[in-house]
């Protein structure tokens, strides 16, 4: 692994307070339970007011994510986005290194019932979420989400931003692009390379390559749209 990541003595900010972020605030609670010493400090999300949300705190937008750095004085913070829409991650990320103050590090989460086998690399910033299963030779860019019962087999790899949606089945020997998004419940078989920023609809079975900046849907898979 990239990272170790079954952190201890860490200090973390989420960025996003919707439903991805109640997940993953969810999974760091299980690494908590099983004696990770972590500690949220917060979340960051500028579509909402500070304070208390959900047993945690919205510290505010990336303003007040300066403040609270120049407040708090500690080196360690580290933090990680909880976006599933994958350009708004991207910009998220941006926005975090835009940070003047210090430098914030991105952590990844590797839930404890997900499972990485021999030579995975996993980005930093990523969420491997519980269920999910990488067998052997996988390698994972920055900011991906590979999401509950997601597997992805041997020798694939995915690009930065990419979102693997629940259930979804990745075979071998694939190449996901940077910033593609694979809905819930779709299949990729082996050797298929999908082009970077396309979206494979909920359910669909991709039997070819695909090109990058489209949407694709069906079984098998077809190109109903063109995004340039």
Not at 50 to 68: M, N, T
Not at 92 to 120: F, N, Q, Y
Not at 131 to 160: Q, Y
């Amino acid at each position: 692994m990239s990272d170790g990541e079954r952190a201890e003595g860490l200090d973390l900010v989420i960025i996003g307070a919707g439903g991805h972020g109640t997940e993953v605030l969810s999974y760091i609670g299980d690494l908590v339970r099983e004696g990770a010493s972590i500690r949220v400090r917060g979340f960051v999300d500028e579509g909402k007011a500070p304070g208390r949300w959900k047993g945690s705190e919205i510290l505010g937008g990336f303003a007040e994510l300066e403040a609270f750095l120049e407040h708090e004085g500690r080196p360690a913070v580290r933090y990680i986005t909880a976006v599933g829409d994958n350009r708004a991650r991207e910009a998220c990320v941006d926005k975090v290194g835009r940070v003047t103050l210090r430098p914030l590090e991105p952590w990844t989460l590797l839930h404890s019932r997900s499972v990485a086998g021999a030579d995975v690399c996993v980005g930093p910033g990523t969420c491997l979420a519980p269920g999910s299963i990488l067998t052997t030779n996988v390698r994972i860019g920055r900011h991906c989400i590979v999401n509950v019962g997601a597997s992805i087999s041997h020798d694939t790899e995915l690009g930065d931003y990419v979102n693997i949606n629940p259930g979804a089945v990745v075979a071998g020997n694939v190449r996901i692009g940077a910033g593609c998004y694979i809905g819930a419940g779709a299949t990729i078989i082996d050797r298929v390379t999908i082009g970077e920023w396309s979206t494979v609809g909920a359910g669909a079975v991709v039997v070819g390559d695909l090109p990058p900046f489209v949407t694709a849907v069906g079984v098998p898979a077809k190109v109903i749209k063109r995004h340039r």
